[in-house]
Nanobody
Framework: QVQLVESGGGLVQAGGSLRLSCAAS????????MGWFRQAPGKGREFVAGISYSGGSTDYADFVKGRFTISRDNTKNTVYLQMNDLKPEDTAVYYC????????????????????WGQGTQVTVSS
């Protein structure tokens, strides 16, 4: 299993940017597909973005396309979520997730497909 620790959350005004980081420990990071999810108050956890272990394939929820970018640095065991043009509706706890992947181009979008989770980082966007 991979241990995950998120950072980079905070309070930002609408239209601003934040970059979330997820540091992973464990030797399997380079073969793990990674994802970002979020959970707003009173709502379920939802998929935000996913990336294959090679970094060559990505996917995004429609509500973040064109604003958020997921990337990874396998030399640093870290995955990132660059969030631009933030909106109040982006306010949520953001979670990093990981799972083993067996093909370099595979990413996952369902919460139940992931086996390791971080503790989450709060992102608050004020209007």
């Amino acid at each position: 299993q991979v241990q995950l620790v998120e950072s980079g959350g905070g309070l930002v005004q609408a239209g601003g940017s934040l970059r979330l980081s997820c540091a992973a420990s464990g030797r399997t990071f380079n073969s793990a597909a990674m994802g970002w999810f979020r959970q707003a108050p009173g709502k379920g956890r939802e998929f935000v973005a996913g990336i294959s272990y090679s970094g060559g394939s990505t996917d995004y929820a429609d509500f973040v396309k064109g604003r958020f970018t997921i990337s990874r640095d396998n030399t640093k065991n870290t995955v990132y979520l660059q969030m631009n043009d933030l909106k109040p509706e982006d306010t949520a706890v953001y979670y990093c997730a990981a799972r083993p992947a067996y093909r370099s181009g595979t990413y996952y979008v369902r919460e139940d497909e992931y086996s390791s989770w971080g503790q989450g980082t709060q992102v608050t966007v004020s209007s």
